[in-house]
C-alpha cells in the first residue's frame, strides 16, 4: 500500500480526521502523494509551499526572528510550519518540511539535511507535536526532496496507526 492509500484509510477512520501540509524544501512533493489518491478531497484540506523567511512568516506565523536566525531550517521553524498549517486550512492534522536540498557553504551545511514536523491540533491546543532530523549524504537535490517527503509521510501514518490503537495522543 502507497503512503497515500494508508492515509485514506487511516484518515477515514472514525473519528474522521484533516490534514493540511506547509512544505518548503520538497516543494509540494508531500501534497502530492497525499492528493494523488481518489477521495483525498475527504480528508486534504490543502497545503502551501512556502520557500522563502517572509512567506513562512506570513501565512504561516513563523517567527520571524528566530527563522532569520537559522536561514528557515531548524526544529521549531519545521513545528511552527506544521501548526501554521492547522491554523491556514483549519485542519486536524499539520505536516511540514523544511531544509536544505543540498549543500549550501554559506551556512555551513555539507550534506542535504531537512526536518519534518507533524503536529495534531485537539480541543483547542496541541494534542502533540513530532519532528525529525535527517542528513542525507550523497543524495542529489531530487533524492532529497523525495526522502524528506516520504519521511514526513511515514512518520504521519505511523502516528495515525498508534492514535488508532490507542497509543498516541492521550494527552488530549
Known amino acids: 500500500m502507497n503512503h497515500g492509500d494508508e492515509l485514506k484509510s ?8 484533516t490534514v ?3 512544505e518548503s524544501l520538497t516543494c509540494g512533493r508531500v501534497q502530492a502523494q497525499i492528493g494523488a489518491v481518489s477521495g483525498a478531497s475527504d480528508y ?5 509551499t512556502a520557500y522563502t523567511l517572509e512567506q513562512k512568516v506570513v501565512h504561516l506565523g513563523v517567527d520571524r526572528a528566530h527563522a532569520r536566525s537559522v ?15 492547522c491554523a491556514l486550512f483549519g485542519s486536524d492534522l ?3 518540511t523544511t531544509g536544505y536540498a543540498e549543500p549550501h557553504a554559506a551556512d555551513g551545511i555539507r550534506v542535504p539535511t531537512a526536518w519534518w514536523a507533524m503536529c495534531h491540533r485537539r480541543r483547542g491546543g496541541w494534542a502533540m507535536v513530532i519532528s525529525g532530523l535527517m542528513e542525507m549524504p550523497g543524495m542529489n537535490r531530487v533524492q532529497a526532496q523525495e526522502a524528506v517527503a516520504g519521511e514526513a509521510l511515514r ?6 496507526r498508534e492514535l488508532r ?3 498516541a495522543g492521550k494527552e488530549a
Do not use: D, H, T, W
Request: hydrophobic share 50%.
Open 44 to 48: 486534504f484540506l490543502g497545503g502551501i
Open 71 to 85: 536561514s528557515c531550517v531548524s526544529q521549531r521553524v519545521a513545528v511552527e510550519m506544521s501548526q501554521g498549517a
Open 165 to 167: 490503537k490507542g497509543r
Open 94 to 96: 499539520g505536516v511540514a
Open 10 to 17: 487511516l484518515l477515514l477512520q472514525k473519528p474522521r480526521l
Open 155 to 160: 512518520n504521519l501514518a505511523r502516528y495515525l
Open 20 to 22: 493540511a501540509v506547509a
